[in-house]
């Protein structure tokens, strides 16, 4: 099935600086890969996400890119905020097409 | 728009007694859900597959006839964790995708916090 792999596990970065996330997969079927946020005790939060006939997307300050032929997929987030520190999850859906796989997640944390 | 309750938000319950938990849409209709368990630190997990009107689709190693789940209408589903132990506590989370976006986007509940005695 399918295994998403994440890196950094922590990311500790200060206030203004860019922030990157690193994902890769292993299943190449998969075609939908979301980011979400999650603050502690909270619900994960869709920030941004993007499908495979595109190789980047852009929302303000955020980013993703996806690079098919390696099966990897990065967050950028550029001006960090100290309201941008949570855990950070990149998914992919399964060989069904349906649900997500979810890596270990990314906790970021931005200091001032 | 896109919401989606659950129910409750918090449970303690004593070992050998039974939980149910409710997943809801309330501003659109999901004919497909999600269950996942999330421990403390961790990743969020894929339990099951919910589909309205037909079986869950567990995953490998999901118990069925523990975590049963029902998907009786187009805005809710059901978890009930039977002969529930403390190895089982845990944050549930439900998630669903609205049948008439892109068949892709999950929006996710806020979470059941199960503590088993």
């Known amino acids: 099935g399918e295994n998403v792999e994440q890196h950094p596990s922590t990311l500790s970065v200060q206030e203004g600086d860019s922030a990157v996330i690193k994902c890769t997969y292993s299943?190449?079927?998969?075609?939908?890969f979301p980011w979400y946020k999650q603050e502690l005790g909270k619900r994960p939060q869709l920030i941004i996400d993007?499908?495979?006939?595109?190789g980047e997307k852009k929302d303000q300050r955020i980013a993703v890119t996806l690079n098919k032929t390696a099966k990897h997929f990065s967050l950028h987030i550029t001006e960090t905020q100290p309201e941008d520190s949570a855990v950070y999850f990149c998914a992919a859906t399964n060989q069904a097409g349906t649900a997500l796989i979810f890596g270990k997640g990314t906790t970021l944390s931005v200091s001032s | 728009g896109a919401v989606v309750s659950q129910h409750p938000s918090w449970v303690i319950c004593k070992s050998g007694t039974s939980v149910k938990i409710e997943c809801r849409s309330l501003?659109?209709?999901?004919?497909?859900m999600f269950w996942y368990r999330q421990f403390p630190k961790q990743s969020l997990m894929l339990m099951a597959t919910s589909n309205e009107g037909s079986k869950a689709t567990y995953e490998q190693g999901v118990e069925k006839d523990k975590f049963l789940i029902n998907h009786a209408s187009l805005t809710l589903s059901t978890l009930t964790v039977t002969s529930a132990h403390p190895e089982d506590s845990s944050f549930y989370i439900c998630?669903?995708?609205?049948?008439?976006?892109?068949?892709?986007?999950?929006?996710f509940g806020p979470g059941t916090r199960l503590l088993v005695l």
């Open positions: 993007i499908r495979s006939n595109v």
């Open positions: 501003d659109f209709q999901a004919t497909t």
């Open positions: 299943d190449s079927a998969s075609n939908y």
């Open positions: 998630s669903a995708i609205p049948t008439s976006g892109t068949g892709e986007t999950q929006y």
